[in-house]
Antibody, heavy 117, light 107 residues
Framework: EVQLVETGGGLVQPGNSLKLSCATS????????MNWIRQTPGKRLEWLAQ??????????SYLESVKGRFTISRDDSKSSVYLQMNNLKEEDTAIYYC????????WGQGASVTVSS | DIQMTQSPASLSASLEEIVTITCKAS??????LSWYQQKPGKSPQLLIY???SLADGVPSRFSGSRSGTQYSLKISRPQVDDSGIYYC?????????FGGGTKLELK
């Protein structure tokens, strides 16, 4: 069974940092392209970043508005993908999901991030 | 960025109707279009990919089609369990972009 489990969410003050983790199982992680998506309180879905696999030199893409603040990474030995978020803003408040592939055929349960003073 | 204009924003339908939700792309996306269903408190789940292909385990009452740059999700004889929010996604170009969602209520 394919599983993706996000951890690391929580309440943070504006300007602070947070690192989300997504542990996966049930598929060959090393060849999967992985994404981070967020869902705002208004239910809007927004793609944030993608990291490709080793055969594609771990190529990374970002949404322009988070470039420079968010960093996606992966550890194939742990079948995990990460999202480092710096200088967080109140508008980053959302549920954060990791997903698999361009088609996003698998989603985690989500990690809630609240940015508030 | 490619804009995905999804309609309607909300929809109330009976169990005997055919439900149709549409997404219009701001430019051609070569059928790189997926549909997702999200139930309350859950993450979105893939229904349709490549515009018309049914994901594993998805009931055959769901189907996808295209006319020009407009993509449609059809639910034939919907069931109460089909209530939720539906989203389209284009993955033709970076950044991938979602439609605004359609909240479906079955009555």
């Amino acid at each position: 069974e394919v599983q993706l489990v996000e951890t690391g969410g929580g309440l943070v003050q504006p300007g602070n940092s947070l690192k989300l983790s997504c542990a996966t199982s049930g598929f060959t992680f090393s060849t999967a392209w992985m994404n981070w998506i967020r869902q705002t309180p208004g239910k809007r879905l927004e793609w944030l970043a993608q990291i490709e696999d080793k055969s594609n030199n771990y190529f990374i893409s970002y949404l322009e508005s988070v470039k420079g603040r968010f960093t996606i990474s992966r550890d194939d030995s742990k079948s995990s993908v990460y999202l480092q978020m710096n200088n967080l803003k109140e508008e980053d408040t959302a549920i954060y999901y990791c997903t698999r592939g361009d088609v996003m055929d698998a989603w985690g349960q989500g990690a809630s991030v609240t940015v508030s003073s | 960025d490619i804009q995905m204009t999804q309609s309607p924003a909300s929809l109330s339908a009976s169990l005997e109707e055919i439900v149709t939700i549409t997404c219009k792309a701001s430019q051609g996306i070569d059928d790189y279009l997926s549909w997702y269903q999200q139930k309350p408190g859950k993450s979105p789940q893939l229904l349709i990919y490549d515009a018309t292909s049914l994901a594993d385990g998805v009931p055959s009452r769901f189907s996808g089609s295209r006319s020009g740059t407009q993509y449609s999700l059809k639910i034939s004889r919907p069931q109460v369990d089909d209530s939720g929010i539906y989203y389209c996604l284009q993955s033709y170009s970076t950044p991938p972009t979602f439609g605004g969602g359609t909240k479906l209520e079955l009555k």
